[in-house]
């Protein structure tokens, strides 16, 4: 509304300064007067458009201003001004600088030397406000143009983010319940209590993505209520103990002295060992798995090797990409491969403390 207003009154309120003295005098003039004043005001409606244009004319009639008969003894250069300013703040770089450099070769020549400095002087300055402004206006649309840049990827950051802990908690949920679903019919006679077991391992893996899916829906509900919190490191143990139901042995152990962890080193802890048991149940076909966090002057190292194939399915799986990647954006690294005996898969995550 304020651009509106300044846009459309700047010609309104330099008409009216330059015909208030036709109001105050008590001489008459003659029409072309009035006309000549009008006449460099009027243009200024279209300094945006067609700045270099508009100024050539207001300069033009201005300088006819004392050649129409008598007129009040006024000088008619605001029209000049706000119109040089529209020149510096919307042209072209060759277009403003021929238009200043016109506009002060003409003044010198039409007027006498001390109008032609105050003139000069005057136009001068609106062209170096007109810059002025300029600069600020482009400043401000590279910083908003920025800001929207940053804000895409900030939001394609977070859906990437969502993308992996959805892959990491579905495949880990299934992988667990689908070992056990299998299981359940071959001890369902032999062994009821391990069919039982079996059972209550497949609701156990259930409840729990259900618990963790609720967490990352949550993220996207914009509602401002409550959010449950994400799982850290003091989550690690009922993982393993949820994969020791699936059937794999699982040795955890913690060494050296715990120190806090950022928020999102926690929760990319967690996330890096629940896709390396993962891949353990899934591909591996692992009987035993050893998951290791050992702290160290910092950095958190998490290691999980298992005695199975030695390798895991590559279909278009994203578990180990988004194990790296997970690292990688806390400012960690991580590397996953056969052991060196060849007996077993070994995935290693280190992570800043």
Not at 166 to 187: C, F, K, N, T
Request: charged share 20%; net charge neutral; proline share 6%.
């Amino acid at each position: 509304m304020t651009g509106v207003l300044i846009r459309w009154g700047l010609p309104v309120l330099v008409a009216a300064a330059q015909l208030w003295p036709f109001a105050i005098g008590d001489e008459s003039y003659g029409w072309p007067a009035y006309a000549v004043v009008l006449a460099s005001a009027v243009p200024l409606f279209w300094r945006r458009r067609a700045p270099v244009v508009v100024l050539l004319a207001v300069l033009l009639v201005a300088a006819s201003y004392d050649h129409v008969g008598e007129v009040p003894g006024q000088p008619v250069w605001y029209g000049a001004i706000v119109a040089m300013h529209a020149v510096a703040a919307h042209s072209a770089p060759p277009a403003r600088i021929a238009a200043l450099v016109l506009s002060i070769g003409g003044t010198v020549v039409a007027v006498g030397p001390v109008t032609a400095l105050r003139t000069i002087a005057l136009l001068v300055a609106a062209y170096a406000v007109g810059r002025v402004n300029a600069a600020a206006v482009e400043r401000a649309e590279r910083l908003e143009r920025e800001r929207v840049v940053e804000a895409e990827r900030a939001a394609e950051r977070e859906r990437a983010r969502i993308a992996r802990d959805m892959h990491d908690i579905l495949s880990h949920a299934v992988s667990v319940m689908v070992v056990q679903a299998e299981a359940g019919p071959v001890v369902l006679r032999a062994d009821p209590a391990r069919a039982e077991a079996a059972f209550d391992a497949i609701a156990s893996a259930g409840r729990d993505a259900m618990a963790q899916l609720r967490r990352i829906l949550a993220v996207l509900d914009d509602d401002g209520g409550p959010r449950a919190p994400q799982p850290t490191l003091d989550d690690v143990p009922g993982l393993a103990e949820r994969v020791r139901r699936a059937g794999v042995e699982v040795d955890f152990a913690v060494t050296g002295v715990p120190v806090p962890l950022r928020p999102d080193v926690e929760v990319a802890a967690y996330r890096i060992t629940q896709e390396a048991l993962t891949n353990v149940v899934r591909h591996a076909g692992a009987a035993r798995a050893d998951v290791r966090l050992e702290w160290k002057a910092g950095e958190l190292v998490i290691s999980v090797v298992d005695d199975g194939r030695g390798a895991v399915a590559t279909g278009g799986g994203r578990g180990l990409i988004g194990i790296r990647e997970r690292a990688a954006a806390c400012g960690g690294t991580a590397e996953a491969g056969p052991r060196g005996d060849g007996a077993g898969f070994r995935v290693s995550a280190r992570l800043p403390a």
